[in-house]
């Protein structure tokens, strides 16, 4: 179930053409259609590939009026916690690229979780009214249990169909996160999945070894209507393929 999968011998290596590889399909949308609708990624690994981004998106002059960023998913903290991925994007992207404020579409983590959702859903749904696809470029991130966003395996978000964002509580943290639902993030046009680690190595094997989707690796669920599912990873996490 990885039909599109490249290794980098490591991090660094994976970082770099990550970020190269996010600027090129940001311009080559923008040039397509006008315009870059993007889901960002949270947790860790994303951090130094948004930074890497900063120069190469310098170089490749992006016009950042034209690109809007989003979240996959948001822990329902105020933007300014540690935990926030709105803050960590800002902190390690956003903060140095020219990209005008209302381009930037924030998960509310500091509401409660249901209006939260509620609120994202409609954000989202007017910036995505009357486009033939969802988002333009959808980047995701794998937990070592095959979550994805916060589609957390036995957990109410990924039975939602009929919602694009939903709120989720998750037991294994105890806390509460929004998330894009399946139905969203699959309409996307291209997905980009970032996979570092050793601690991810067992579950590449295991959804890699899948012969269907299934709910037990959620992010075996993921989609993308162009047909691209991109797995970009180093070396250490798949060192059991
Ligand atoms: C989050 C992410 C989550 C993340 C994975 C991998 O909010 O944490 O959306 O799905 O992508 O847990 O996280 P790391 O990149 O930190 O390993």
Redesign the pocket.
Known sequence: MIENLTMFATKAELVEAAAARIVSKIMQSVSENGTCLVAL???????EIYAAMVQKAEEARVPWEQVHVF?????CVPPEHA?S?YRMAHESLLRYVPIPEQNVHRIMGELNPDEAAERYAQEVGAVLAGRSHGFDLVL?????DG?????FPGTTALDVVDADVAAVFVEKFDAW?V?LTLPLFNRGKEVLL????E??AEMVERVKALHAPCKDYPVSLIRSVAGKVEWLTDNAATRLL
């Not at 990624?41 to 951090?47: E, F, N, Y």
């Not at 995701?140 to 070592?144: E, K």
């Open positions: 990624a949270g947790g860790s690994t994303p951090r979240w996959g998913d948001e822990r935990d991925n995701l991130g794998m937990g070592d979550h994805t966003a916060s589609l996160r998330t970032l996979v570092a680690g601690s991810k």
